[in-house]
């Protein structure tokens, strides 16, 4: 372990030189520096935090009854009594390095760690402030101490302090640090094992005080370990559990894939298992059962249990896919890459491919763009479903002038009568010598129904079109070819502080609201660049839940007056008549990202 009492540390001019040498891109001579810090700073750099001055985030007031706060307040107000009238101060964060508890035995120390906003609601991760006890350990997930010039910013020099993560008793994750902190003088050799005492007293704590709920979806995880060689994981709104084979076959965004589908899953109260496609192009079959809890009708969480479809070997699936050229298609995320491909692969085959996906989700742009790859000379025929169109007269049209490619729209808005008239038409032009390529595009869910069960023979394939939010990188290809269909092309483009605020919406509507938000934001703006400034007030705010009418205007007002002041929050707070601490706590109630300044 890459660990230091202070008297081992290079002296402090040295030290403090290193750093300024590192600070301003000199070459920093090896050996001056631990390599555990040395790593730290490069990542601090990365997050472009300020090293002359100190600007945690706030994030809003602690919960005082989340199960870490609770489970280790006897801990820590035990170690607490021990350390009063001493110089040294007790930390409990979150996994997020945000401060949830703070005890300071010392009134200067006390003094102090407020004006550097080491308290309660204010983020100590490494993307905050830099190189510290608390975010370093979080960051590496390990033990870790930080003394004097050893911290990225320059407030934090005098002070010395050891943090250690909190692990889950029962499912193993990272849910928050405890941190010793004390000035850099008085620091002590002990610092870091006390740390760690305390960690696993929490950690001890916790297991007593696990409620029901969790050890019972436990229980359940460990049955399906047994049970199932492949793929687990079991979760519920506040832990996450996988074994092994999970780890090592999924990526971070196969998970939150899987878990926002067992999510759905389990709120619509589903049973039938489902094939997905990943992002990094794994097929798996997915079973997600529910987990009862201490009564029948209480939800203790939900396990699932994954299937391989197409290969158990990790280099046969993980390979990547190659870019598909598709005239007026653009994105290359794997799952929007997956989508293509099987679209291609069932017209390759001759099979009537069914495209299912959200409104919006772009399902006749890929049908049009693969006609337009392979038979760009051809006819196209589109036919609304939902507008009642004479089926009969299909073969008469085809025989008239050929249809290379056929695509029907809306099919689930088809009632029986018309379903099976549909599919004894397709029946009579499938016989023909000259048939036809037919997609068929409908919602998710709508093959299950019973009004469709004939007319979906007809299609061997489904291709599942994946909605926006599960392809969001995509967006960087998307704005400039929305703008270029609008007129905008090459006048207006979409800076990179727009597009992050893009990126971060859910996307409800798909690439059919991408068209409507653009159009709007080039009404106001027809050429230049697209700032922050020019998207609707709702782009710049992740919000947990809708808001009413007064909610929403003052989110908007508070976004305006953000931008008014160029990020600076106690200027905004000035300019809304409202504390500093009103708006730090509503930017984080509404999610708001406040301009970068």
């Known amino acids: ?214 050890m019972i979806l436990f229980q359940a995880y460990l049955q399906t370990c047994r049970r199932w060689t492949g793929i687990v994981l079991a979760f519920n709104d506040d832990i996450v559990m996988m074994n092994d084979r999970a780890r090592q076959l999924l990526d971070p965004a196969d998970q939150s894939l899987l878990l926002a589908h067992a999510t759905e899953v389990l709120a619509d109260g589903r049973r039938t298992p489902a094939t997905l496609a990943l992002s990094s192009g794994l097929r798996v079959r997915v079973f997600c059962r529910r987990v009862a809890g201490q009564r029948e009708t209480d939800t203790a969480g939900g396990v699932l249990s994954v299937k391989l479809i197409e290969a158990d070997e990790p280099l046969a699936v993980s390979t990547p896919m190659l870019p598909m050229y598709l005239p007026g298609v653009v994105g290359s995320a794997p799952l929007w890459l997956r989508c293509g491909h099987d679209l291609d692969a069932g017209h390759q085959r001759g099979e009537w491919v069914a495209l299912e996906g959200e409104p919006g989700t772009g399902k006749l742009t890929l049908a049009k763009g693969l006609h337009q790859r392979h038979h760009p000379a051809d006819r196209l025929v589109t036919v609304d479903a939902a507008l009642a169109p004479d089926w009969a007269a299909l073969p008469r049209e085809h025989a008239e002038a050929s249809i290379r490619t056929l695509v029907i729209r809306h099919a689930d808005r088809l009632a029986a009568p018309a379903a099976n008239a549909l599919a004894a038409v397709l029946r009579e032009l499938r016989d023909r010598p000259d048939a036809p390529w037919v997609v068929l595009t409908l919602v998710p869910e709508a093959e299950t129904e019973p009004a469709l069960a004939e007319l979906l023979k007809a299609f061997p394939r489904t291709v599942r079109v994946p909605p926006l939010r599960h392809h969001v990188d995509d967006l960087a290809e998307l704005v400039p070819l929305v703008l270029s269909k609008l007129g905008y092309g090459g006048r207006l483009t979409c800076s990179a502080a727009a597009l992050h605020l893009l990126m971060r919406a859910e996307w409800p509507g798909n690439t059919a609201q991408l068209h409507q938000v653009l159009r709007k934001v080039a009404q106001r703006r027809r050429a230049g660049t697209i700032r922050p400034g020019d998207l609707p007030a709702e782009f710049h705010a992740v919000t947990r839940r809708p808001l009413n009418r007064f909610e929403s205007i003052e989110r908007d007002a508070i976004v305006r007056c953000l931008e008014d002041a160029d990020g600076n929050k106690v200027r905004a707070a000035k300019l809304l008549g409202i504390s500093r601490a009103t708006i730090y706590r509503k930017i984080h109630e509404y999610g708001i990202v406040p301009p970068a300044r």
């Open 1 to 214: 372990m890459d660990e230091m009492a202070p008297g081992a540390l290079l002296a402090d001019d040295e030290l403090a030189r290193t750093r300024v040498r590192f600070l301003t891109a000199e070459p920093v001579p090896p050996g001056t520096v631990r390599q555990t810090i040395l790593a730290s700073w490069r990542r601090s750099r990365e997050f472009r935090v300020e090293a002359d001055r100190i600007d945690p985030l706030y994030l809003g007031g602690p919960n005082p009854e989340s199960p870490l706060v609770r489970g280790a307040e006897p801990v820590l107000h035990k170690l607490g009594e021990q350390f009063e009238g001493q110089p040294i101060s007790l930390i409990l964060t979150d996994a997020n390095g945000v401060v949830l508890t703070q005890r300071t035995g010392d009134a200067d120390l006390a003094r102090h760690l407020e004006h550097v906003e080491l308290v309660p609601g204010f983020s100590y991760g490494e993307q905050s402030v830099g190189t510290n006890g608390i975010g370093t350990a979080l960051e590496d997930g390990r033990a870790t101490t930080v003394f004097g010039h050893e911290h990225y910013a320059e407030h934090l020099e005098n002070l010395a302090c050891a943090g250690v993560p909190i692990h889950h008793p029962i499912s193993g994750k990272k849910i928050g640090a405890v941190d010793l902190t004390c000035w850099y003088k008085d620091a002590g050799g002990l610092l870091v094992a006390l740390a760690r005492s305390t960690a696993e007293q929490i950690r001890q704590a916790l297991l007593r005080h696990s409620d029901l709920r969790e």
